[in-house]
């Protein structure tokens, strides 16, 4: 037999096999790495196979529609350089050629709008394995832009085993059907709409060991700051609140300590993040809610406040899509989603650290020897032992105590 | 080949009807150099042949039925018909359409060739009966549609023997007419003849008209058709025709053997439509057709050869000129570049028969099958005022909904207007639209098309003007 073994790889969820469900190329194409070349369905999801490297795929040794182990031989791969794709344009091919990078028709109905189904295609999204957030779970081009933003995610950070297509997620029986025609839905931490069905495939977030650091900021100068900046920020009819001050501080000390804008895997695969997606925690009567700032390093602080103000509005409301709330690189929760000053809450998703914010308020501290009353700020950071390091975690809440304290700082890295 | 008479060309598209005319346009929007080969009608056998000619038979014949049959109403008529001027009246609309057709090609930019192409290679046209010798495209889209099917023993060079073609051409009423195939062509035919005085009888080989429906259609067209004076045969072939003193004889066959006769003056076979790819040397191409002749396409109507793109009858079912536009508009948007993809949800169809006809999606059975739980909610157009007031129905609106989400599936209209009221369903299923999303819009009082409104407010135990079972 030609070439090098292709196995099944860890399929996640625990899953020791699954139903190869469909072959994605010929004996004989040319694919890259890490390209997808197979999917596999469990009963938790379906994820597609990568290639093992960049080559010629010279056999497929299992039939789709078989049931095959982790580990077992499903084809071969010849491993050289992948050609380009376009060489398909003048040799007379089957429909399964067409060019890498495009997605097909589902054989099945879809239930999203005409522009929507165009997006899916030129985002590169296959329509048939993204969840609708609308009522009765049709489609919108949110749901397909959070789809996109998913797939290309993974590609930042090297090979991972998987790219979970979500296609499980979508099967017409599961999509949140018993609302009707609610309109979208709260939604919860995990970024699962809050009424989904039980039977929901998103992996449960794994109990991982985590250690926790504690802090107060005294606030009096970010106060005056705010006081100071609020006019100039109404003139831009936004209302200027301390939460995108502190939102500042946070992204600049990520900056500084990066470890903590990241994500792990049930495999303990970490992907560091390079774009900053901000999820705040806020509660609401269906629980935490937990709307997602993306790009919140790139944004200028008016512009912060008005959207925190204006996702933190309808996540109350529970007006919130499922797009908004997902796809969070770290998280923090709000002052009065959890108690007044210290609290350690579960690490949400796949993030590897959340900071909780407790009520800013008078409290006794000491200045030059005297028990003053000043404004404070009481952190709890949890992080993710396996992945951050405490001395990270420690260098975390010092910076964005820093930056509180001395809030000017912030505008020597001000965007 | 003489140099100077060959021309380059980023898109060439063969044929100029609905599929062809449509992609070449809508090709130019988007910059392409197009050029667009018809050996015969701009417009095809829609604009030609098909769609539009019968259509203006249907409703000229339509006005002199209804005036001599509105006496309840207080009118009484007896108007005479001139064959003549009502086809002089048809041509002057097709001539009208086809103008506009090629107006339109021109002002876009479309480099219009009229001659007969063929491929000699998979990047070269050769035209006979054209300036233009040889084309070399970049892009091709094949869009040369279908033409009627001949069975045996009839031929259209026969003067009693009618194609389609002939049957909307004619230039004498015949008195009688036998019409084979009680598709939807012969019978929307049929229809025009017995409204024109003409006794007609159809021969079905199946044991129902209309063969894609089920018989909650069948029975209300038909029922209707013998009203009007049509005789039905099923279960027979026709077998051949002979000339007799007073016209002709038309000799069937039951699949027993048993045969029977029929005396008429001109025999029309309307068994169905073959592409046309037997003209083009697809072979010099590398493109292949199915046995039925129709040329394999993907998703994004392309052939085996991927620049190579074929639409409308070329590549099957359904053979539909709208379907034709889609495909040229999928086509003609991949060739430029675009992320465009044959991923419509659903086609509609319309039969112009009396009363209409026009389904989309799925009917409740075909949801089943497709893993719904579907529900079902009824209009019949007795309960539709509008209706009353037209004096016409017969009929029903049915809309077929998932019962669990309330996404719209799928409608089965019969009545008034039946073609266009199913527009309303179809947008409804493309936007994911749900039951109460229809019944929740305002609809226009009076009109028929409050029955779609009906129908979904039905389905859901909440129609007014009928009783929710």
């Known amino acids: ?415 | 080949m003489a140099d100077g008479e060959t021309t380059d060309t980023e898109l060439a598209i063969i044929g100029a009807g609905p599929g062809g005319y449509v992609a070449a346009i809508r090709a130019a929007q988007y910059d392409l150099d197009v050029t667009l080969v018809e050996r015969d009608a701009f417009g095809g056998t829609c604009l030609n042949t098909g769609c539009i000619p019968s259509k203006a038979y249907i409703t000229a014949t339509d006005i002199a039925h209804e005036a001599s049959n509105a006496e309840l109403m207080g009118v009484s008529a007896n108007p005479e018909v001139d064959l003549e001027t009502m086809t002089e009246w048809k041509d002057g609309v097709v001539d009208q359409l086809t103008g506009g057709v090629e107006k339109l090609c021109q002002a876009n930019g479309v480099n219009l060739v009229e001659g007969t192409a063929r491929f000699v290679d998979d990047h070269t046209l050769r035209v006979d009966g054209a300036d233009v010798e040889s084309i070399a495209f970049d892009n091709a889209i094949i869009a040369t549609g279908s033409r009627p099917i001949e069975i045996p023993g009839f031929s259209y060079a026969d003067e009693p023997v009618w194609s389609s073609t002939d049957a909307l051409a004619a230039t004498e009423i015949p008195d009688r007419l036998v019409v084979v195939g009680g598709g939807y062509i012969g019978m929307e035919l049929s229809t025009v003849y017995a409204k024109l005085g003409t006794e007609v009888m159809v021969v079905e080989m199946l044991d129902d008209i209309l063969p894609q429906y089920g018989p909650d259609i069948t029975r209300i067209i038909r029922s209707r058709a013998e009203d009007l004076g049509i005789e039905f045969n099923f279960g027979e072939g026709a077998s051949e025709w002979t000339e007799t003193d007073d016209g002709i004889v038309v000799e069937s066959e039951t699949e027993a053997g048993e045969s029977s006769t029929y005396e008429a003056d001109n025999v029309l076979v309307a068994v169905g439509r073959a592409p046309v790819t037997d003209t083009l040397d697809l072979g010099e191409a590398g493109i292949e057709t199915t046995d039925s002749g129709t040329i394999p396409t993907d998703d994004r109507m392309r052939t085996d050869v991927d620049h190579i793109f074929a639409i409308g009858d070329v590549a099957g079912d359904p053979m539909l000129a709208h379907a034709a536009s889609k495909e040229g508009i999928v086509a003609a948007e991949v060739a430029a570049g675009e992320p465009a993809a044959m991923d419509v949800q659903a086609i509609p169809a319309a039969v112009f028969t009396d009363p209409e006809i026009g389904t989309v999606g799925m009917s409740v059975s075909e949801a089943e099958e497709a893993g719904f739980e579907p529900v079902v909610g009824e209009m019949p157009f007795r309960a539709s005022g509008r209706a009353l007031t037209t004096g016409h129905t017969d009929g029903f609106v049915k809309i077929v909904a998932d019962e669990e989400s309330g996404f719209v599936l799928g409608g089965q209209i019969v009545g008034p207007e039946a073609s266009e009221l199913v527009a309303e369903v179809t947008l409804a299923i493309e936007l994911g639209a749900t039951l109460e999303d229809v019944a929740s819009t305002v609809h226009t009082h009076p009109t028929l098309a409050e029955a779609v409104m009906e129908a979904a407010e039905n389905a859901a135990g909440q129609a007014i003007h009928t009783m929710n079972s």
């Open chain 1, 1 to 415: 037999m030609a070439g090098n073994p292709i196995t099944l790889p860890e399929l996640g969820g625990g899953a020791t096999e699954g139903e190869l469900v469909a072959w994605l190329v010929e004996p004989g194409e040319t694919v890259e790495d890490d390209q997808p070349i197979a999917e596999v369905e469990t009963e938790k999801s379906v994820v597609e196979v990568p290639a093992p490297a960049a080559g010629t795929v010279t056999e497929r040794l299992v039939e789709a529609g078989s049931t095959v182990e982790v580990g077992a031989e499903i084809g071969r791969i010849e491993p050289g350089e992948s050609t380009p794709t376009d060489d398909a344009v003048d040799t007379p091919a089957e429909q399964d050629d067409a060019p890498a990078d495009e997605v097909g028709v589902p054989d099945e109905r879809v239930f999203a709008p005409p522009r929507v189904r165009r997006l899916a295609r030129e985002l590169g999204v296959d329509i048939a394995g993204v969840e609708g957030s609308e009522a009765g779970g049709r489609i919108g081009e949110a749901d397909v832009r959070a789809a996109a933003e998913r797939e290309a995610e993974p590609e930042d950070s090297g090979p991972k085993p998987f790219t979970p297509s979500g296609k499980s997620a979508v099967s017409k029986r599961e999509a949140d059907s018993d609302t009707g025609v609610d309109g979208p839905k709260p939604v919860t931490p995990s970024g699962e709409a809050a009424v989904s069905p039980a039977g929901s495939d998103d992996a449960e977030p794994a109990a991982v060991a985590y250690t926790s650091q504690y802090d107060t900021a005294v606030v009096n100068d970010l106060e005056a700051l705010r006081a100071e900046l609020d006019p100039h920020a109404a003139e831009q009819g936004v209302e200027l609140t301390l939460l995108p001050l502190v939102i500042k501080a946070v992204i600049r000390t990520l900056a500084d300590v990066p470890a903590l804008n990241a994500t792990v895997d049930a495999d303990g695969t970490v992907d560091q993040r390079e774009a900053t997606h901000v999820g705040i925690a806020v509660a609401t009567d269906d629980g935490l809610a937990v709307p997602v700032v993306e790009d919140a390093d790139e944004t200028a602080l008016v512009d912060l406040a008005a959207e925190i103000g204006d996702l933190v509005d309808r996540a109350e409301a529970g007006d919130l899509t499922a797009a908004e709330a997902d796809g969070a690189t770290f998280t923090v929760t709000t002052p009065g989603a959890i108690g007044d000053e210290y609290a350690t809450l579960p690490i949400e998703g796949d993030r590897t650290a959340s900071l909780t914010l407790g009520a800013i308020d008078h409290r006794p501290v000491v200045a030059d020897g005297e028990v003053v009353a000043s404004e404070t700020l009481p952190l709890s950071l949890a992080v993710d032992s396996r992945v951050v390091d405490p001395t990270e975690a420690a260098a975390f809440v010092e910076g964005v105590v820093g930056y509180l304290e001395s809030p000017n700082r912030l505008l020597l890295g001000s965007v």
